[in-house]
């Protein structure tokens, strides 16, 4: 994982951009600046889909400062969103034996099987044991 946190004096606060590892643009996080709607397309018109050796080159002659930080999740924060409250233990334990990568992407690749389960009306929702063992983030879900 790759994460990014751009600043710039012609905004305030900052943006923080996360890439997979595969180079992929995996998410934009406009929360924590203030940015007006024409900045805001002007960000996601630039930001590459695939990450590049250095994508600050897409802005040009910008102000714009980058900063590289690991990026991590923690089992709180992916256990809130998974919303079901069975066997914690279990999922802790899970959890602590993934890898950092897993572990974000179990996290931000949990949209895909929430989209296919509003598809697919039917399915229930996967104790969050099962989703972690049997690696769901994994799967392409459709």
């Given at each position: 994982m790759r994460k990014y946190i751009l600043t710039s004096p012609r905004f305030t606060g900052e943006i923080n951009v996360l890439y997979g590892l595969d180079g992929r643009l995996l998410f934009i996080d406009f929360l924590k600046c203030d940015l007006n709607e024409e900045q805001t397309d002007y960000f996601k018109s630039k930001l590459p889909a695939i990450f590049k050796d250095n994508f600050i080159e897409a802005f040009g002659n910008s102000k714009l400062s980058v900063v590289e930080e690991?990026?991590?999740?923690?089992?709180?924060?992916?256990?809130?969103?998974?919303?079901?409250?069975?066997?914690k233990a279990r999922c802790i334990a899970l959890w602590n034996k993934m890898s950092e990568a897993d572990q974000v992407n179990a996290y931000f690749k949990m949209g895909n099987y929430e989209r296919h389960l509003a598809l697919n009306t039917w399915k229930n929702k996967a104790d969050p044991d099962t989703y972690l063992r049997q690696r769901y983030w994994e799967s392409e879900w459709k």
């Open positions: 690991g990026y991590t999740v923690s089992f709180e924060q992916w256990w809130n969103r998974y919303n079901i409250k069975h066997n």
